[in-house]
């Protein structure tokens, strides 16, 4: 009894010192970090738009818009954005019930920070736009109105301010 209670002690101890993380950020890291990816603006932004009433078998394709208002040129990181599109679930798509509808896209894994490949360029007073199909990655299959909901700014750094909302009804 003796002997299973050393044992648990140290099983319970080494266990615990390997879950400790250990931090080390010296200004050299950070200046390191900093310059391997290129800088996300915080002046661009985007809207989203998508028709009003969409008929069930026809695609349900929302337009993404990226804004550059400044005087210079911006970048943003394409990732989690229509700009590559499906690739991560950035988007939020809940029913008249507020129930989140599945997504079933593709969920990509990523190196850390965003290589310079991954950024767009928007040029001064200029916007950007694509479509995306939503039904080739969200289980949008049932009559209700629909409300989108852009949650990739974290990876992005876009921000979008306002949710659409569309109607998916019987032909």
């Not at 499906?86 to 507020?98: H, I, N, P, R, T």
């Not at 767009?120 to 694509?130: E, F, G, I, M, R």
């Not at 199909?133 to 974290?154: C, E, F, H, M, W």
Request: aromatic residues 8%; glycine residues 4%; hydrophobic residues 35%.
């Amino acid at each position: 009894m003796k002997n299973y209670k050393i044992i648990l002690s140290a099983t319970l101890l080494t266990l615990s010192a390997c879950s400790v993380n250990k931090v080390k950020n010296t200004s050299a890291d950070s200046a390191k970090n900093q310059s391997s990816a290129p800088a996300v603006s915080a002046s661009l932004f985007a809207k989203m738009q998508i028709k009003p009433t969409i008929k069930i078998g026809d695609a349900v394709e929302l337009k993404f818009t990226v804004y550059n208002d400044a005087d210079t040129a911006r970048q943003f990181c394409k990732w989690h954005t229509p700009f590559e599109p499906l690739m991560s679930k950035y988007l939020d798509v809940k029913d008249a019930s507020g129930q989140e509808m599945l997504y079933k896209g593709a969920m990509a894994k990523r190196i850390m920070p965003p290589p310079a490949s991954s950024y767009v360029k928007v040029n001064p007073k200029d916007s950007l736009s694509t479509t995306v199909d939503l039904l080739r990655a969200y289980d949008i299959s049932k009559p209700s109105k629909y409300t989108i909901i852009y949650v990739g700014q974290n990876m992005s750094g876009l921000t979008v301010k306002d949710s659409v909302e569309f109607v998916y009804e019987g032909k």
